[in-house]
């Protein structure tokens, strides 16, 4: 019971560890707040411009569920398209390998010519640069489906669809919610980067205001925004996969 409360409050801890020595050495060293705000700083700005930063965490947070909920689509069933097939699968998850390496911020530019400044780029910087773990996680999911298993099932009558949906898909939803975890993170990311060079509202806006108007405890505050925004949406889908996929970690639950 000891360890598990330690467990628990371990991240608390470690964070007020962070923001105390933050302060001390900020306070001690004196250092500007136009090159490294203390936390105090933070918060008086962060209270200070309260109105301005909900407005723009709004805009980022729905602009990213949007190109996130794109990404669950299209990674789901390209995921299920490729891992449902051998041929599919050799074929196609070098070339996702390939594209998952080239910089999406290389691509919001382009994006802009094409859907011109607003939602659009964001949107689609959002998926862009998180519907590959969810597709990856897919595919492998049920790529990796046990032969042995799928002979036994064969033999039962039961065919290809059959084995997919019955087995492998309920097989992948681990997979599925660990990739839901990493891809709502790289969301937050792409909407941020997308919004600082072809938006005007948005986290990602305020932080090119606030930097280049020297409130850098208004930009400090505003990273910590996205990063809260994408720390709440990280438990609400680990909440949900410790409800629905709770036989696969029963091993972890029975600490």
């Given at each position: 019971m000891k360890s598990k409360n330690i467990e628990r409050w371990s991240p608390w801890l470690l964070l007020l560890l962070t923001i105390v020595l933050w302060q001390t050495l900020t306070s001690a060293f004196?250092?500007?707040?136009?090159i490294f705000p203390s936390p105090a700083r933070i918060l008086e700005q962060a209270i200070e411009y309260h109105a301005v930063i909900a407005g723009h965490a709004w805009r980022t947070f729905w602009v990213t569920m949007a190109g996130f909920g794109l990404a669950i689509l299209v990674?789901?069933?390209l995921g299920f398209l490729i891992g449902s097939s051998r041929v599919a699968y050799a074929a196609v998850y070098?070339?996702?390998?390939a594209?998952?390496?080239?910089p999406k911020a290389a691509f919001v530019p382009i994006l802009v010519v094409w859907f011109g400044i607003g939602i659009g780029p964001a949107i689609l910087t959002a998926f862009l640069i998180s519907f590959f773990p969810i597709t990856v996680n897919i595919a492998t999911g049920l790529a990796t489906l046990e032969p042995e298993l799928e002979d036994v099932?064969?033999?039962?009558g039961a065919r290809r669809w059959d084995v997919l949906m019955k087995v492998g898909l309920p097989r992948s939803l681990p997979y599925f919610f660990g990739s839901l975890k990493v891809?709502?993170?790289l969301a937050f990311v792409g909407t941020t980067v997308s919004e600082m060079t072809a938006a005007n509202e948005g986290i990602g806006y305020l932080l090119i205001s606030a930097g280049s108007a020297m409130q850098m405890g208004l930009a400090f505050a505003g990273l910590l925004t996205v990063g809260v925004m994408a720390m709440l949406m990280y438990?609400?889908?680990s909440l949900i996969e410790k409800h629905t996929t709770g036989w696969a970690?029963?091993?972890?639950?029975?600490?």
């Open positions: 004196q250092v500007s707040e136009f990674g789901v069933l070098p070339l996702m390998t594209f998952n390496a080239l099932l064969r033999v039962l891809a709502i993170t438990e609400l889908f970690h029963r091993g972890s639950q029975g600490h």
